[in-house]
Antibody, heavy 112, light 107 residues
Framework: QVQLKESGPGLVQPSQTLSLTCTVS????????VHWVRQPPGKGLEWMGV???????DYNSALKPRLSISRDTSKSQVFLTMNSLQTEDTGIYYC??????WGQGTLVTVSS | NIVLTQSPATLSVTPGESVSLSCRAS??????IHWYQQKSNESPRLLIK???QSISGIPSRFSGSGSGTDFTLSINRVESEDFSIYYC?????????FGSGTKLEIK
């Protein structure tokens, strides 16, 4: 059974760095791509980036300067790191496997 | 970046009606468009992949069509559980993008 679960701090202070983990089960990270998508409160979906099955990454152009995605295949985990957080980065952060399977999402609030 | 424009922003319909939702791409993207449904407080759910390919477990009343720049998600005889927000997404570019969504609401 394919599962993805996001985890991380619920609250981050402005200008600080966000670190999220997507823990997957039921498939191998070397066979499937994992994407990160976020959603500000009451707004639409924003694609953030992807780590391809081969290990390469691509990022949303607007976020690229401050975003990094990596993985640990032995632990079946994908990591998102984003620095210089501002209040507009508040929202639900999702990981998904090629759009077919999604995690439940984790709420990140940027506030002092 | 490829921009996806969804219309209308909101669609008010009566249960039992059939509807069509539009997604237009800023450049030709062949059939690399996917449709998602998102209900309130839930994760998105993939409905249709590559413009018209069905997904296991998705009701047959959902169908997709189109190629190039113009795409349509059709719902045959809308049911109460279908009232939610629908997004299109393109994967033609390695930099994926979503449309802004169409909210399907009860008239």
């Amino acid at each position: 059974q394919v599962q993805l679960k996001e985890s991380g701090p619920g609250l981050v202070q402005p200008s600080q760095t966000l670190s999220l983990t997507c823990t997957v089960s039921g498939f191998s990270l070397t066979s499937y791509n994992v994407h990160w998508v976020r959603q500000p409160p009451g707004k639409g979906l924003e694609w953030m980036g992807v780590i391809w099955s081969g290990g390469n990454t691509d990022y949303n152009s607007a976020l690229k300067p401050r975003l990094s995605i990596s993985r640990d295949t032995s632990k079946s985990q994908v990591f998102l790191t984003m620095n210089s957080l501002q209040t507009e980065d508040t929202g639900i952060y999702y990981c998904n496997r090629n759009g077919h399977s999604w995690g439940q999402g984790t709420l990140v609030t940027v506030s002092s | 970046n490829i921009v996806l424009t969804q219309s209308p922003a909101t669609l008010s319909v009566t249960p039992g009606e059939s509807v069509s939702l539009s997604c237009r791409a800023s450049q030709s993207i062949s059939t690399s468009i996917h449709w998602y449904q998102q209900k309130s407080n839930e994760s998105p759910r993939l409905l249709i992949k590559y413009a018209s390919q069905s997904i296991s477990g998705i009701p047959s009343r959902f169908s997709g069509s189109g190629s190039g720049t113009d795409f349509t998600l059709s719902i045959n005889r809308v049911e109460s559980e279908d009232f939610s927000i629908y997004y299109c997404q393109q994967s033609y570019s390695s930099l994926l993008t979503f449309g802004s969504g169409t909210k399907l609401e009860i008239k």
